[in-house]
């Protein structure tokens, strides 16, 4: 859609963690990541990266990843990545296990614990040192917590044979406080803290994700926009993605070429007339007079969320019992989105004198999607 009308390669400011749009302008950020690559060199302990919802915790980690990627030597780190929920600590030993590629069912920890030891070691004979990343680190309860402390235990010939780095939000530091963590934190060789971009850097964050998709300076934002939108976002990479990119959507509907302070607060009133605020958070809304294409806008977006979650699960088979209670959550949370969304596209079709015939089509994917993930659970 817009990508094209501005000449973009790709979107600019999707959602998903891209390592090709990594900022290593933001000094936290840069710090983040020197400190995981510090850690892997030292092939040992827990790495901990903290930040708040959308501060970037993730791309950091996918920006590591891709480093081990293209490196010749990349066949000499063994990584997998673990998103947790609530696990308790034999869960927590199954999952690990899983995300390793290991068979895990109708295993007993006993068995389970060997069949990992063995597997490490088989590595490091071979060369190898293993890396576990563990995502949404503050869902952890402590006995799962000192599960992950005990796996570190395994050796061989002195040599540690697990590392792992711990990604969590703002509530992670404050379980690592905890008396009874002791024996977790001892084994913290480095940690570090993602804030929010500061104003300079947001706009640096903008122009880097645009430079990569080849902008050229047009649509131009004037210095007042970049301003507004550091106002609006509050320098948090996640919201300043989902402002830019309806930024463009909204350029693109409106043919300009230029973002001024007035577009960007057009634009953050449309959002809060959409129900939601730029900071991501719902608001309340009478307005009746959304327009039409707007209404498309949000419902394509709905059905890209739904979908992406249903791809997750279909890709990694072995996590669906894991992950099931999160995907029925959104589902749930879904689901009077498309009811509210049906009732207003009806509205405004009985008053439009031209009805958007790629409307009903949106509607009628997102209904037919909903459907079948419900079915397939």
Not at 86 to 108: I, K
Not at 110 to 136: I, Q, S
Request: proline share 3%; with cysteine; hydrophobic share 40%.
């Amino acid at each position: 859609m817009y990508a094209d009308y501005y000449g973009f390669s790709a979107k600019p400011f999707q959602l998903s963690p891209d390592p090709r749009f990594f900022f290593d302008g933001s000094r936290t950020h840069s710090r983040a990541l020197a400190y995981l690559r510090y850690g892997l060199s030292q092939g040992e302990g827990f790495i901990v990266i903290t930040g708040g919802v959308g501060t970037g915790k993730t791309t950091v980690v996918k920006s590591l990843f891709d480093d081990l990627n293209s490196d010749l030597n990349s066949d000499r780190v063994i990584a997998a990545q673990l998103v947790t929920t609530q696990l308790a600590a034999d869960e927590m030993l199954r999952s690990v296990v899983a995300a390793f590629g290991l068979p895990y069912e109708n295993v007993g920890k006993a068995a389970l614990l060997k069949r990992f030891e063995n597997f490490l070691c088989e590595h490091a004979r071979r060369g190898r040192r293993v890396l576990l990343v563990v995502d949404e680190a503050q869902n952890l309860p402590v006995e799962a917590l000192e599960e992950l402390r005990m796996l570190s235990n395994f050796q061989l010939s002195a040599a540690p044979l697990l590392q792992s780095f711990l990604l969590g939000q703002e509530g992670f530091r404050a379980t690592l406080r905890d008396p009874a963590m002791e024996q977790v934190r001892q084994r913290v060789i480095a940690s570090c803290h993602l804030t929010p971009l500061s104003e300079a850097e947001t706009r640096a964050y903008i122009e880097h994700r645009l430079h990569v998709v080849g902008w050229q300076g047009e649509p131009h934002f004037t210095d007042e926009a970049f301003g507004t939108i550091y106002q609006y976002t509050e320098g948090i990479p996640r919201r300043v993605n989902v402002f830019c990119d309806r930024l463009l959507l909204y350029g693109f509907l409106e043919e300009r070429r230029e973002f001024s302070r007035d577009v960007v607060e057009a634009v953050e009133r449309e959002i809060h007339q959409d129900g939601y605020s730029a900071s991501g958070g719902a608001t309340q809304t009478t307005d009746g007079g959304r327009p039409l294409q707007r209404v498309d806008h949000a419902m394509e977006q709905r059905l890209a969320e739904l979908e992406e979650a249903m791809d997750a699960v279909l890709k990694q088979l072995e996590w669906q019992d894991i992950r099931l209670d999160r995907l029925e959550r959104r589902i749930q949370q879904l689901e009077p989105v498309v009811r509210v969304l049906r009732l207003e596209v009806a509205e405004v079709l009985r008053h439009a004198n031209n009805p958007l015939s790629h409307l009903s089509a949106v509607e009628e994917s997102l209904v037919s999607t909903s459907q079948a993930v419900i079915k397939a659970l």
